[in-house]
T-cell receptor, first 114, second 112 residues
């Protein structure tokens, strides 16, 4: 069964450092998303990406965040200068046709900022 | 404000028993409602997706109901198994938005 793959599974970084979280979407999926989940809290939408551009972003997704598809396969989330409050699980999700179809989630990257 | 509320917050049941989880939402315009299962430290896995016109949808031992008039949904789990222990999250998609509005989830523990 096709799956969304995320790397690394766990990343520890010092406050102020840049991190890049990577996702390999399911091959025929066209819409990509990043979500985060702070421990004990709801899953929060960060950004959606379609046709090589951001289609929607939340208020969380400020100038410290960016997304891209550098090589047509990987989908990355970059946090330029991490803060302690960025510590969370980050999930990549993909859908074939957008918000009206099933979303497949990766296993997540646990980011710990120290 | 678009919100999804779930109850109970946590639930403990014995293996083999049935249970029902509740979801109330205030999302407009409504597009679809999903139930996800999330094991601890893992990504959510889709159980069902229901549109406005669907009242009931089953996926094995999971049966979801939707009442679009009262804006309520339930997830019924039949003959629970130890592997059902997880968080069950209700998620609503609003209109043409590509973002999903998440509930906090119900943490289910199935004990032997």
């Amino acid at each position: 069964e096709p799956e969304v793959t995320q790397t690394p599974s766990h990343q520890v970084t010092q406050m102020g450092q840049e991190v890049i979280l990577r996702c390999v979407p399911i091959s025929n999926h066209l819409y990509f998303y990043w979500y985060r989940q702070i421990l004990g809290q709801k899953v929060e939408f960060l950004v959606s990406f379609y046709n090589n551009e951001i289609s929607e972003k939340s208020e969380i997704f400020d100038d410290q965040f960016s997304v891209e598809r550098p090589d047509g396969s990987n989908f990355t989330l970059k946090i330029r200068s991490t803060k302690l409050e960025d510590s969370a699980m980050y999930f990549c999700a993909t859908t074939q046709q957008g918000a009206f179809t099933e979303a497949f989630f990766g296993q997540g990257t646990r980011l710990t900022v120290v | 404000k678009n919100q999804v509320e779930q109850s109970p917050q946590s639930l403990i049941i014995l293996e083999g028993k049935n249970c029902t989880l509740q979801c109330n939402y205030t999302v407009s315009p409504f597009s679809n409602l999903r139930w996800y299962k999330q094991d601890t430290g893992r990504g959510p896995v889709s159980l069902t997706i229901m549109t406005f016109s669907e009242n009931t949808k089953s996926n094995g031992r999971y049966t979801a109901t939707l009442d679009a008039d009262t804006k309520q949904s339930s997830l019924h789990i039949t003959a629970s198994q130890l592997s059902d222990s997880a968080s069950y999250i209700c998620v609503v998609s609003a209109g043409n938005n590509r973002k999903l509005i998440w509930g906090l989830g119900t943490s289910l523990a199935v004990n032997p």
